[in-house]
């Protein structure tokens, strides 16, 4: 009878973080939305606000001097970036690998705006904490994803098949 117990236990445990891998796709999803290109002026307001209000100085630099002058460019990657974020989330695709992605671009995000008044940045922590919850677990894709379907099919011994097996899905 326990063991039955602690076999359900898992199974809500995988439901619940792929909850959060699906809520995680769909906020990037949204967030991705006012990133317009090609001026990416909303995202070049949230810069010069991290850069007018640094949570540490350092960063401020780092955004003055490097993120500022090169908006175009750093628009596309963050947008890029955040698309794929939310389609391989979604769909739970080499998730725990996009989990760690999630992760540094929330902090990434965290470290611009957290500083900046009325800003709430404990959700840039929240979304750190919750990716990471999700990259801890193996079971984030393999339920209701496609790493749950993908994985017993790779039985390639390449680097990239053991890397996708042992530290991606």
């Known amino acids: 009878m326990a063991a039955s117990a602690h076999a359900g236990d898992h199974r809500w445990e995988g439901r619940a973080l792929a909850g959060v891998r699906i809520l995680l796709g769909l906020l990037w999803l949204q967030n991705s939305g006012w990133k317009v290109p090609p001026a990416f002026r909303a995202l070049g307001r949230s810069v010069d606000r991290g850069i007018d209000d640094p949570i540490l100085p350092s960063f401020g630099w780092l955004l003055d001097a490097v993120v500022e002058p090169n908006l175009r460019l750093v628009g596309w990657v963050v947008l890029v970036t955040e698309l794929a974020l939310a389609v391989f989330l979604l769909v739970g695709l080499a998730t725990r690998l996009w989990?760690?992605?999630?992760?540094?671009?929330?902090?990434?995000?965290?470290?611009?705006?957290?500083?900046?008044?009325?800003?709430?940045?404990?959700?840039?922590?929240l979304m750190v904490a919750a990716h990471v919850a999700v990259a801890a677990s193996p079971a984030a894709g393999r339920v209701a994803g496609l790493?749950?379907?993908?994985?017993?099919?790779?039985?390639?011994?390449?680097?990239?098949?053991?890397?996708?097996l042992e530290k991606a899905s």
């Open 147 to 164: 790493d749950g379907l993908v994985r017993p099919a790779v039985r390639d011994t390449s680097a990239l098949g053991r890397f996708y």
């Open 99 to 125: 989990a760690l992605v999630g992760a540094a671009v929330s902090l990434g995000v965290g470290l611009t705006v957290a500083g900046v008044p009325n800003e709430w940045g404990w959700s840039y922590w």
